[in-house]
C-alpha cells in the first residue's frame, strides 16, 4: 500500500511523463540525424580537400615547367594535406551514439509499473541524450578545425605555386 501512494505521490509530481515518454525516441532519431549530418559534412571536406589539391597541383604543372618540390611551402602544404586528411579521418570514426540497452531494460527494469519505466526512461534517455550532444558538438568542432587546417593548406600551396619560377 505504501508502494502505490509513493506512485500516485510521484506521478502527482511528475503528471507529464505520459507526454514527455513522446519524445524518447524521437530525441534518439534527431542525435542520429546530427551525428550523420556531421559525419556527411566531414566526408565532404576530405574529398574536396583531396580533389582541390590534386587540381591545383595539376593546373600548376601543366602550366609551369618548374616547380620547386624543395621548396618549404611545398613541404607545409603536404604536411598540412597529411594532418588534415588523418585528422579527418579519425574525426568522421570517432566515437558512436549511445543508444539504449534493450538487454538492461529485461534484466532490471521489467518489474517496473508502466508510468515508473516511462519516468526512468525519460531520465536514461536525458543522460544519453547529454552524452551523444557532447559527441556530435566534438564533431562540429573537430569540423572547425579541419577547415582551419585546409585553409592553411590551401594558402602554403597557392604560396608554393605562386613563387616556383
Known amino acids: 500500500m505504501d508502494k502505490q501512494i509513493k506512485e500516485n505521490t ?6 507529464s511523463v505520459k507526454i514527455a515518454f513522446e ?29 582541390l589539391t590534386f587540381a591545383l597541383i595539376g593546373i600548376a604543372l601543366n602550366n609551369r615547367r618548374q616547380l620547386d618540390f624543395s ?6 602544404a603536404a604536411s598540412l594535406f597529411i594532418l588534415l586528411i588523418g585528422a579527418g579521418i579519425v574525426a568522421r570514426s570517432w566515437g558512436g551514439i549511445m543508444l539504449s540497452d534493450l538487454g538492461v531494460f529485461y534484466a532490471k527494469w521489467l518489474h517496473l509499473s508502466e508510468w515508473e519505466f516511462k519516468k526512468d526512461m525519460i531520465s ?17 568542432n573537430a569540423l572547425i578545425g579541419l577547415n582551419i587546417l585546409f585553409i592553411l ?3 602554403a600551396l597557392i604560396i608554393w605555386i605562386a613563387t616556383s619560377k
Open 153 to 155: 593548406e590551401a594558402t
Open 71 to 76: 621548396s618549404c611551402w611545398f613541404y607545409l
Open 124 to 140: 536514461f534517455a536525458a543522460k544519453q541524450f547529454d552524452w551523444n550532444k557532447s559527441l556530435v558538438n566534438g564533431k562540429a
Open 23 to 51: 519524445f524518447v525516441l524521437p530525441s534518439y532519431q534527431w542525435m542520429l540525424n546530427r551525428l550523420e549530418a556531421v559525419n556527411n559534412r566531414i566526408q565532404i571536406l576530405l574529398a574536396f580537400v583531396m580533389t
Open 10 to 15: 510521484q506521478e502527482e509530481i511528475y503528471p
